[in-house]
């Protein structure tokens, strides 16, 4: 993990904080919640709709399948699994951001998916879950914000059916150096500034290339999936390696012996 301390913010100032006390994270996205959506859209060039569409085809649900959406937000992810061709019985989105899940509610219900999608406040480090109840959990964007990562990833184990998969979407660096250095260029300077405009948040905005430039390198989050226990694991760079599709499954009952789950 990289945890060189950063001195100074993209707009100059001092570095944001990147302390990720619940408290403190559920008010700094209650805050920017009423421009979340189009903040996301415009600063990915609109490529975060295809990412959330990967991320949900590499779940390969099965239809009537039960989802968890963790760290839902205004629940795109949750709706785009929703829409998957294989029919979802249920998807639960789960995040302890009140104002967001208000705007991801009202989304719900003008797409007509209220029957399907149930939006619940909770905390990704103790899912609102029984034990192996559900066939997939999918992560968009969220998982670097957890105060407990590897709390986390142990109860999307738990509560995942033997057979059942985890996705994770999470921003990433380029790899290439002429598209790193326009990247870095684009993330740390650009948009603290578009997002700071328009949401009136600088420390949203700062936030954000911060905690990506401290976060697990793909190679240590995969590594932390399988000590978790998921196996096939495989991690997929979208975007020329500006975001990051992490894939594991949850062995089966007859790879690892049923008593294991219980």
Known sequence: MNTAPHTESATGSAAPSLDKDPRRIEGMFDAIAHRYDQLNHLLSVGLDRRWRRQAVAALD???GALVIDVCTGTADLAITAARHRA???SVIGIDFAGAMLVLGRRKILA???GDVVRLVRGDACRLPSPSMAVDAVTVGFGIRN?????????EMFRVLKPGGRLVILEFGEPRLPVLRAIYLWYFRRVLPRIGQLLSKHAEAYAYLPASVSTFLSPGDLAVLLRTSGFCQVRVDRLTLGVVYLYVGRKPGEQELGAPAYR
Do not use: Q, R, S
């Open 61 to 63: 649900l099965p239809d």
């Open 87 to 89: 029919a979802p019985h």
């Open 111 to 113: 797409d007509g998916l």
């Open 146 to 154: 957890v105060a407990d990562i590897e709390l986390a990833i142990a």
